[in-house]
Structures are given as C-alpha cells and as structure tokens.
Antibody, heavy 122, light 110 residues
C-alpha cells in the first residue's frame, strides 16, 4: 500500500524554525517527484514547493521562497521541508504528496498524507 | 486570492447534475497546462478525482467527468449523491512551474 506519513508539526513562535518530514512507503520513492501542499484552517489548498526525483529541479511558491527549503533523501525514502523565519500566516496543515513522474512539471498529486499541523503563534 | 477561480458553493438535489467551473489565464490553463480535480472531505486527505483534464483514476465513479476549453475547465457530477458532499478543488501549473489551486467549491446535496 502506498503511504505518506508527515511529522514534525507543532506550536512554534514567529521567527523560529521548524522541519517537517514525510516518510514514504509502498512505492519506489526515487521514481517520483514530490510536493508539499498546505491548507490554512478554514481556507483552501495552497501549493508550497515541489522537488524532482534527483533534486535537480526545485520550485517554491512566492509566499515561502527564501524562507523554506525542500529536500529529499532517496536512500531513506523521505521528504523534508525546512521552514525558517516562520510567520503567523504559515499556520496551516501541511500535506506531503506525490507527483506522477520523476519531474515536477505539470504534476497532479496522488496520493496525499494525512497532514501535519503547524501553528505559528506567540 | 487564488490563481484559479471557482464558485464558492454549488448545490443540487440527489440525482441531479451539477458542474463546477475553474477559470484560469493565459499563464496557466490557457498556456496548455493540464487541469486536475480533487475531492476533499474535512479531516481526511484530499483525493484525486480527475487528472489531465478528463481522466479518471481507477476507482473513481464515472459519475465524475472533466472537461477543458481555452482558459477554463469544468468538473461535472451526474446522479448527485449524498456522499458527494465535499469541497472540490481544481489545480494546474503556471508557466514558472509553480502549482496553482482554485479556491475550492463546497458542494451541498439538498
């Protein structure tokens, strides 16, 4: 069974850092691009970042560019999101999700994890 | 404000047909980027409903269908059922390879 399990969320003060992780299982991890998508409570979905199979192509949403860093460890079947200089507007449920191919271009997202909640508040 | 525009809500009686529109621009849908649709129930992971404009993943009922024309796309649900009550999102990519979503449409079964 294909499974994505996020971890690392929690309550954090503005300006601090947090690292999210996503453990993948049930598929050949290095055969797929991966993405992070978030949902502010009560709001819609927002794409955050995507990374190609070998990390040579990485793209960020303007809202997080320069503060967030996406990375992957194919040996450990894991995806990460390093979030620095966190703002209150980064409060959201963060989902890990998979693209259909090795590249990030024109991906659809399937499957999705259950998400990990990040709350940025003083 | 979302890059792709969807109606906030759509409703219909059981058995009816409803459609959800998704309007983009020449920088995303109009540039040839495929449109994908997701169903999202509160407290659960979003579920892929339609990919590459018109394709249904295995297991998705054929009551769900997608179409695209120009800078817009649509999701149709025929034979509306109570279990279809959920939020629906369209998604595409822009010319800078950034993912973009619609604001979401809440479907209510009357």
């Amino acid at each position: 069974e294909v499974q994505l399990v996020e971890s690392g969320g929690g309550l954090i003060q503005p300006g601090r850092s947090l690292r999210l992780s996503c453990a993948a299982s049930g598929f050949i991890f290095h055969d797929y691009a991966m993405h992070w998508v978030r949902q502010v409570p009560g709001k819609g979905l927002e794409w955050v970042s995507g990374i190609s199979w070998n990390s040579d192509r990485i793209v960020y949403a303007d809202s997080v560019k320069g503060r967030f860093t996406i990375s992957r460890d194919n040996a450990k079947n894991s995806l990460h999101l390093q979030m620095n200089s966190l703002k209150t507007e980064d409060t959201a449920l963060y989902y890990c999700t998979r693209g259909p191919t090795v590249t990030i271009e024109y991906n659809w997202f399937d499957p999705w994890g259950q998400g990990t909640l990040v709350t940025v508040s003083s | 404000q979302s890059v792709l525009t969807q109606p906030p809500s759509v409703s219909g009686a059981p058995g009816q047909r409803i459609t959800i529109s998704c309007t983009g621009s020449s920088s995303n849908i109009g540039a040839g980027s495929d449109v994908h649709w997701y169903q999202h129930l509160p407290g659960t992971a979003p579920k892929l409903l339609i990919y590459a404009d018109t394709h249904r993943p295995s297991g998705v009922p054929d009551r769900f269908s997608g179409s695209k024309s120009g800078t817009s796309a649509s999701l149709a649900i025929t034979g509306l059922q109570a279990e279809d009550e959920a939020d629906y999102y369209c998604q595409s990519f822009d010319s800078n390879m950034r993912g973009v979503f619609g604001g979401g449409t809440k479907v209510t079964v009357l």
